[in-house]
């Protein structure tokens, strides 16, 4: 079945850095924006960012606007996210999606698995 595929999570230090890699199994993913969320324990699945199908126009949260960078690399239908100045607060679950639409919400044609980002000293 068609879905995405992360990696790049684990265990990164107080004010370390990292990139998650979304890669598409079952479609292409060139034809698709991607956006990127993140939840904590007990909350809401919140949007932190999105990219259009060809990589010009990209939005970001307030929460993580100047910290994080949206990528993709439509060559090898991949897309990615930069975190950086990672902190305990930084809700710890980060899901890539892909949809046909820029506005990309909870009802995303396809989801990652959701792998933990725990920040940790």
């Known amino acids: 079945q068609a879905h995405l595929v992360e990696s790049g999570g684990g265990l990164v230090q107080p004010g370390g850095s990292l990139r998650l890699s979304c890669a598409a199994s079952?479609?292409?993913?060139?034809?698709?924006?991607v956006g990127w969320f993140r939840q904590a324990p007990g909350k809401e699945r919140e949007g932190i960012s999105c990219?259009?199908?060809?990589?010009?126009?990209?939005n970001y949260a307030d929460s993580v606007n100047g910290r994080f960078t949206i990528s993709r690399d439509n060559t090898n239908n991949m897309a990615y996210l930069q975190i950086n100045t990672l902190s305990t607060e930084d809700p710890p679950v980060y899901y890539c999606?892909?949809?046909?639409?820029?506005?990309?919400?909870?009802?995303?044609?396809?989801w990652g698995q959701g792998p933990q980002v725990t920040v940790s000293s």
């Open positions: 999606a892909a949809d046909r639409t820029y506005s990309l919400g909870l009802a995303s044609a396809y």
């Open positions: 079952g479609f292409t993913q060139k034809y698709y924006a």
């Open positions: 990219i259009s199908v060809n990589g010009i126009r990209t």
